[in-house]
């Protein structure tokens, strides 16, 4: 509540004009000297003054000239209450010392009330307008970064900016204020033009922005900043001027930096350990996996083959007439006709399927789920497409050649790598020994018996 300060030498003075005001529900403190009205105003503070001028020792007029001269109370609101008879100059006298108003004897109470009740609702938004700047100062204070309001047209210059500025900037913001250096002119070079850029879309448009740049620090180091600001329409419709905040954001930069440094290092590190992981299993000639991963994946596939009840199928294959190729042409040639192999491979499995390169002439192809009559109608398929394959080398063409295949199956041959791998080498063996391009299938323990 507001309070209200009544002053009069005379007690029934003070009860008429409390039974008046009291409907207006504010607070009402008496005084009934000018010595004790001070006294109040040492410590609280009141919307409005209603002062008897006629008063013994001290009248209202050097009471009033009192109350001017202190800080605390200077501004407060005096209204003299008079009789009506008071002289002209008396009333000057009362205007020059402080009165905002008069109210004369006998005064009828509504009037009194109705400009009590202005300067009532003045002291009001002046508290509310107070509090809004108490907790404006409060937010500029404890905002971790600056705020500011820039003109609304190049150089964009700083109407206001807030104390932080100097921590990120290494310049008072009255610097900047008042003048004496731009904003500008503490902007990374590199950085200026979308600075102005997204200034000329925020007049434009009136749409916010958001923006990281760098600013140049006074001791020579470059901050980082992030920069969101506003534009304010006036009545016109047009952007007035731009308001707001800066927040340093180098820690944050520099930890990015960090992490896309250590980042690309770990890519570096991965490829590096994907390039030896992939010659450790893989044949440098034909692209194909090597018999080592054959041994750690096929081991793997029977196992999960064995928990899933489902059958595998593997072939061995092995290149015919190569010696005759290596005599012929040379060992070049012989190798271009080995990756032509690997090749035939890789387009002829599925994603699930393993193509190896055993040793020397020799591949192995894993299918998984693929039952014994399916293995046999792929090796088929391969030696079929291999036998009609022309193998260029340079500008020669080597002509075609052939594949001896051997296959077994888990669970029909076995149910270890060692005896699959045993048992499609014996059928590769005879598929040879039949003068090769055929595919053989290995002796089941049924027929062996």
Same mark, same amino acid.
């Given at each position: 509540k507001a309070s209200i300060l009544l002053v009069d030498d005379r007690e029934e003075n003070l009860i008429a004009l409390e039974a008046i005001l009291k409907d207006l529900g504010q607070g009402l403190v008496r005084?009934? /000297?000018g010595q004790?009205? #001070? @006294?109040? &105003?040492? +410590?609280? =503070?009141?919307a409005v003054i209603l002062l008897d001028v006629r008063m013994p020792e001290m009248d209202g007029f050097e009471t009033a000239e009192l109350v001017r001269k202190r800080q605390r109370s200077r501004h407060t609101p005096i209204i003299f209450i008079t009789a009506a008879d008071e002289s002209p100059g008396q009333i000057t006298r009362g205007y020059s010392v402080g009165a905002v108003d008069y109210i004369f004897k006998p005064f009828m109470p509504e009037v009194l009330k109705a400009k009590v009740r202005i300067f009532l609702d003045l002291y009001k938004k002046a508290e509310e307008l107070r509090e809004s700047e108490v907790r404006f100062r409060t937010l500029v204070t404890n905002f971790p970064g600056a705020m500011y309001r820039r003109e609304a047209a190049p150089p964009w210059d700083m #109407?206001? !900016? /807030? =104390?932080p500025i100097e921590n990120l900037s290494g310049y008072p913001a009255s610097d900047f204020m008042e003048r004496r250096r731009t904003y500008a002119s503490i902007i990374h070079p590199e950085d200026l033009r979308a600075l102005s850029e997204a200034l000329g879309e925020v007049v434009r448009k009136g749409t916010p922005y958001a923006l990281e740049y760098r600013v140049l620090h006074a001791e020579g180091h470059v901050r980082w900043v992030f920069d969101r600001g506003q534009g304010v329409v006036g009545d016109l419709g047009t952007v007035r001027h731009v308001d707001g905040v800066l927040l340093e954001i180098t820690d944050r930069k520099v930890?990015?930096? %960090? #992490?896309?440094? @250590?980042?690309a290092q770990l890519q570096? *590190?991965?490829k590096l350990r994907d390039s030896l992981r992939s010659q450790a299993i893989r044949d440098p000639l034909t692209g &194909?996996?090597?018999?080592?991963? &054959?041994?750690? @994946? !096929? %081991?793997r596939e029977l196992r999960r083959a064995a928990h899933d009840k489902r059958p595998v199928g593997l072939i061995m294959l092995d290149l015919d007439r190569l010696k005759a190729c290596n005599d012929s042409f040379g060992h070049e040639a012989g190798d271009t006709l080995l990756r032509a192999v690997g090749s035939l491979l890789q387009e002829h499995t599925r994603s699930e399927d393993l193509a190896c390169r055993y040793g020397g002439d020799e591949f192995a192809l894993v299918l998984p789920k693929a039952p014994l009559d399916i293995t046999r109608q792929r090796a088929e398929e391969l030696r079929n497409e291999f036998k009609h394959l022309n193998v260029r080398y340079g500008n020669q063409v080597l002509g075609t050649f052939s594949l001896s295949l051997g296959i077994s199956a888990f669970p029909d041959h076995g149910t270890s790598p060692k005896a699959l791998l045993q048992e499609a +080498?014996? *059928? #590769?063996?005879q598929a040879k020994a039949g003068g090769g391009n055929r595919v053989v299938v290995g002796q089941t323990p049924r027929l062996k018996s």
């Open positions: 005084a009934g /000297s004790e009205a #001070l @006294r109040l &105003l040492f +410590d609280q =503070d009141f #109407l206001f !900016l /807030s =104390d930890a990015e930096a %960090e #992490l896309r440094q @250590r980042t570096v *590190a991965k &194909l996996f090597n018999r080592r991963y &054959l041994d750690e @994946r !096929l %081991e +080498d014996k *059928a #590769l063996y």
